[in-house]
T-cell receptor, first 111, second 112 residues
Framework: TQLLEQSPQFLSIQEGENLTVYCNSS?????LQWYRQEPGEGPVLLVT?????EVKKLKRLTFQFGDARKDSSLHITAAQTGDTGLYLC???????????FGSGTKLNVKP | DTEVTQTPKHLVMGMTNKKSLKCEQH?????MYWYKQKAKKPPELMFV???????INESVPSRFSPECPNSSLLNLHLHALQPEDSALYLC???????????FGDGTRLSIL
């Protein structure tokens, strides 16, 4: 079983649509990170959320950390083809440097 | 461009070969990591070095042997690998414990 469950697993949408990706756990995290990974490359850090209830915006991407610090969401407004990739949430639930990745959401934005 | 550099980008080796993967970062990060990623799966943690000392080994088979010669370099020595070890091997670094990690672009390893 995954410590961090992401949903949906796959998402295929048209350019211009909005979408939300969820990252859920039964464990409390001191912080959560969101990464995007494109084929043949390593994950690229998008954002870190630290405080329960925190909302961070990165252009058309909005990230939220749950009040209890057990879940997070990523909302993309007006998706573009360049948003296509594998989105991963990740965090360390108190263990010393033991980082867990979520199960991943593969997003495909069609022109 | 990533600030974590991994070499080689691709590696094909036989099951009896010995090879090494290399990772370098010059961000002054004191924690470095090796991950294994199979196709369409998230990265899986293998090893963690903190201040050049091995702090986590996720029950990785002994045919994988990590080495951290100094704070900027991380190696992964490979010997007698199996076909199921074919994967993308990612190196990452972070400022310290539980800090966001920065990844290299990985080494695509194929075992014949």
């Amino acid at each position: 079983t995954q410590l961090l469950e992401q949903s949906p697993q796959f998402l295929s949408i048209q350019e211009g649509e909005n979408l939300t990706v969820y990252c859920n756990s039964s464990s409390v995290f001191s912080s959560l990170q969101w990464y995007r990974q494109e084929p043949g490359e390593g994950p690229v850090l998008l954002v870190t959320v630290v405080t329960g209830g925190e909302v961070k915006k990165l252009k058309r991407l909005t990230f939220q950390f749950g009040d209890a610090r057990k879940d997070s969401s990523l909302h993309i407004t007006a998706a573009q083809t360049g948003d296509t990739g594998l989105y991963l949430c990740a965090g360390a639930p108190g263990d010393f440097n033991k980082f867990y990745f979520g199960s991943g959401t593969k997003l495909n934005v069609k022109p | 461009d990533t600030e974590v550099t991994q070499t080689p980008k691709h590696l094909v080796m036989g099951m009896t070969n010995k090879k090494s993967l290399k990772c370098e970062q010059h961000m002054g990060h004191r924690a470095m990591y090796w991950y294994k990623q199979k196709a369409k799966k998230p990265p899986e943690l293998m090893f963690v070095y903190s201040y050049e000392k091995l702090s986590i080994n996720e029950s990785v088979p002994s045919r994988f042997s990590p080495e951290c010669p100094n704070s900027s370099l991380l190696n992964l020595h490979l010997h007698a690998l199996q076909p199921e070890d074919s994967a993308l091997y990612l190196c990452a670094s972070s400022r310290g414990n539980n800090q966001p990690q920065h990844f290299g672009d990985g080494t695509r390893l194929s075992i014949l």
